[in-house]
């Protein structure tokens, strides 16, 4: 059985949408991140990165959230687009390279950096909101991201859409992006949606995110500052 590994972060949701949506088997395994457990031996074993999402679907391994969103949609044949791969491949990226990163970061400058993080919460907030403005336009065009079919595109979207409130400290921020909100609204709606919301509270993560949970997940606060 196909083991997914996780928590309740935006990217293992998109992965669980996923499954939820495909009716795959699989196995839950909770990863606490603020425990450490992504650090332990036997989990870098699966994934060097130390993140979560990962998968073990038989002899396979993969992680990184939109790689394993493509391996599986190749392997079920289910959530792609008939044709148009370019389209898909870049779409995926953008979110992959982009759309979270920037996002992550904006989060994290906004609410958990140490120190003078004037510049970097400036640097991220613009370019989250410009990669988001780019997703919000290309939905503009069409009810998904590829058009009339609903894609592995929309599930990687939808994983951090979510967080656009908490990422610009606005609850009313998702009225900057009307059609991210159609999309995401809609998806939230879907039986497959709400199993995934609970799956997130199956297991019992620690709620807390105190100085040894940001140890475990933001080791750079308590590294020595370079020569």
Do not use: C
């Amino acid at each position: 059985m196909l083991k997914f590994y996780y928590n309740t972060a935006p990217n293992p949701m998109k992965v669980a949408l996923f499954l939820e949506e495909s009716g795959l088997d699989y196995e839950a395994v909770p990863v606490d991140t603020r425990e450490g457990e992504q650090h332990t031996p036997a989990y870098k074993a699966i994934n060097p990165n130390a993140k979560v999402p990962a998968i073990v679907d038989g002899g396979e391994t993969v992680f990184d959230s939109n790689a394993i969103l493509l391996y599986l949609a190749e392997k079920t044949g289910q959530f792609l687009p008939d044709g148009h791969r370019g389209a898909l491949l870049s779409w995926l990226m953008f979110v992959a390279t982009g759309v979270g990163p920037y996002s992550g970061q904006a989060v994290h400058f906004r609410h958990f950096a140490l120190g003078d993080r004037t510049y970097g919460r400036k640097r991220y907030d613009f370019e989250a909101r410009r990669h988001w403005g780019i997703v919000d336009a290309r939905l503009a065009e069409g009810p998904y991201m590829l058009g009339e079919t609903y894609t592995i595109v929309d599930m990687a979207v939808w994983g951090w859409a979510s967080r656009i409130p908490f990422m610009f400290d606005d609850a009313n921020a998702m009225a900057q992006f009307p059609n991210i909100k159609r999309l995401t609204d809609w998806i939230d709606e879907r039986p497959a949606a709400a199993r995934v919301r609970a799956l997130m509270e199956r297991h019992a993560f620690k709620p807390v995110l105190d100085e040894d949970a940001k140890r475990h997940m933001y080791p750079q606060m308590f590294a020595p500052d370079p020569a």
